[in-house]
């Protein structure tokens, strides 16, 4: 499995707001990282596609409810890609149901978690990540 040495993070969510949020709560954790912002799984898909490996994110962060390509197809398609199905793929997301959470797994997910309440909550969920999947 090749590690990403840059801790680039792609953040696909639909709503900018959103993806705003992720990055503020990575950054208030001090996370040494790099980001992209994309708009959903049609353009995760493309920029994968279109990116050498030397490029491509050291982990995805991905939502589900996103229009155009679903995050779960983003997904279907992430893992059954052997250019890119060994990238760490993060499920944030605001579903909780628990056939999202099993579909996820199934597909190859590596971590679900559902977006908390609290901006807090995030803080301490980005800390996580952070310390679970970056290089130091």
């Excluded at 908390?116 to 996580?128: M, Q, R």
Aim: proline letters at 6%; hydrophobic letters at 40%; charged letters at 20%.
């Amino acid at each position: 499995m090749k590690q990403n040495p840059k801790n680039l993070v792609f953040i696909v969510d639909d709503d900018p707001d959103d993806r705003q949020i992720i990055l503020d709560a990575f950054l208030e954790n001090n996370a040494r990282m790099d980001y992209v912002f994309v708009e959903n799984g049609d353009e995760l898909v493309s920029i994968l596609s279109s990116s050498p490996e030397t490029e491509y994110p050291s982990l995805i962060l991905l939502d589900l409810n996103m229009p155009g390509m679903l995050g779960m197809q983003a997904l279907k398609e992430l893992k059954g890609n052997p250019r890119f199905n060994h990238i760490p793929t993060i499920i944030l997301t605001t579903s909780s149901l628990s056939s999202d959470r099993i579909a996820s797994y199934d597909m190859g997910a590596n971590c679900f978690l559902s977006k908390p309440a609290s901006y807090t909550e995030l803080v301490s969920i980005t800390g996580a990540i952070a310390r679970l999947w970056f290089a130091a």
